[in-house]
């Protein structure tokens, strides 16, 4: 039984190709398709997790801004978490789910840098998971005072220093070759 798993946060559609520019778009798809293609794999556990939104919104359940992206999905069965909060673990059954898998450490992956990302990295950190953080994995939008670029340059500092190990996609790829999470 594997002790690591992938987890995939907010890769829909609505996320990806809204009305606003994701940050190096392209890279953040490539990096985590890497890393999901080699996790399926050498069977870790891939669990997406999908944000649903308020009616009318991008990502109103049931429309196609709301589903996951064509570019992440499995031929095979995976587990799918919903989630209407930043947080993966809150008020969802995540924990549990990840604590009947006897999974131990996350690799975590996804949209929004500074919300979701952020969010449920420190809430694994809380709920004792080893968190290993794709630095090139997240990504988000640029706001009004801060570019994207910068918000994932700081999450990836704020993160790294207590609630992560930060890897590389690259580096990932090669870890989970080299079965260094086995």
Request: hydrophobic fraction near 40%; aromatic fraction near 6%; include cysteine.
């Amino acid at each position: 039984m594997k002790e690591t798993a992938v987890l995939a946060i907010d890769l829909q559609n609505g996320m990806l190709d809204g009305s606003e520019i994701v940050f190096h778009k392209e890279n953040l798809i490539n990096n985590v398709k890497n890393i999901l293609e080699v996790a399926r794999k050498r069977n870790y556990p891939v669990i997406m997790v999908q944000h649903s939104g308020k009616k009318g919104g991008s990502l109103e359940p049931g429309t196609k801004g709301w589903a996951i992206n064509d570019a992440f999905l499995s031929r095979e069965s995976e587990t799918v978490v919903h989630k209407s909060h930043p947080s993966a673990f809150f008020e969802t059954e995540l924990d549990i789910i990840l604590k009947s898998e006897g999974i131990k450490n996350l690799i975590i992956c996804g949209m929004q840098s500074e919300l979701c990302v952020d969010s449920t990295s420190k809430d694994a950190f809380a709920h004792g998971y080893k968190v290993i953080l794709v630095a090139d994995g997240h990504s988000t939008y640029d706001r009004k005072n801060i570019s994207a670029e910068q918000i994932i340059e700081l999450e990836n500092s704020v993160l790294g220093e207590w609630f992560a190990e930060l890897k590389s996609s690259s580096g990932l790829v090669k870890s989970i070759n080299n079965k260094e999470f086995d």
